[in-house]
């Protein structure tokens, strides 16, 4: 294993992002984000990431997600619904560093939600419930028994995100904030009328890439 990767060194580089966004970490949670970076690096079989190098895993999977939970104030309750969660970024960092909310994590693969499951139970989260389905539209989460409003909607790299999420708009919460990182292809698609749900609210150009940034949309009034 790298050296990068022992406790010490991720605990280190993790608080040090944090720290770039002024996002307070209790020895708890960033003992728990240690946990879990560990876990996806060392797991040979399910092929979680292909970043090898520590300190870019740390920029690129904790630090973007770090940036998402930046733009959820502290104490903001409701009901989180990361859809794609795949190896737990951004949806396990956003729980761990926004623990009020309550974290629905959508992951179709059985593998990988059961990869999900076994870190929410090791990790001791309560407030966090794997949905191991498909979701391509609201029917697809009320059969798994969801019937909440949505505060916090989150989504990083998951196919077909320009379809799903227009769909999920009317569960979502007054309030609520949908957080999507993707590329400059949001510009056009936000233009088409389902995307009219939403607001654009503001677009943060992620650290160190070139054409990568976190979208961070509001719900249109007309919607509530």
Known sequence: MSDGFQDGPLRDAIAAQAE?????????PLGQLVRHARAVHDDDHLHLTSITDADLFVRRHLGESLVGAQFI??????????????????????????????????????KKSTFLQGMVDGLELPRTQIVDRQVQRLDDLRAHGFDEKIRVLTTRAMGGWERIVPRL??????????????GEEVETVRKRSVW???????????????????WLFRVAPSVC
Not at 169 to 182: C, E, I, V
Not at 196 to 214: E, V, Y
């Open 196 to 214: 009219q749900r939403f607001t654009l609210d503001r677009k943060f150009a992620l650290p160190d890439r070139d054409q990568s940034w976190l």
């Open 20 to 28: 770039k966004l002024a996002l307070p970490l209790g020895e708890r």
């Open 73 to 110: 104030e502290p104490g903001t309750a409701g009901v989180h619904l990361d859809m794609g969660t795949g190896n737990g970024y951004p949806g396990l960092v956003m729980q761990l560093v926004r623990p009020e909310l309550d974290s629905w994590l959508v992951e179709a693969s059985k």
């Open 169 to 182: 708009a009317s569960a979502m919460d007054a309030d609520g904030q949908l957080l999507l990182w993707a």
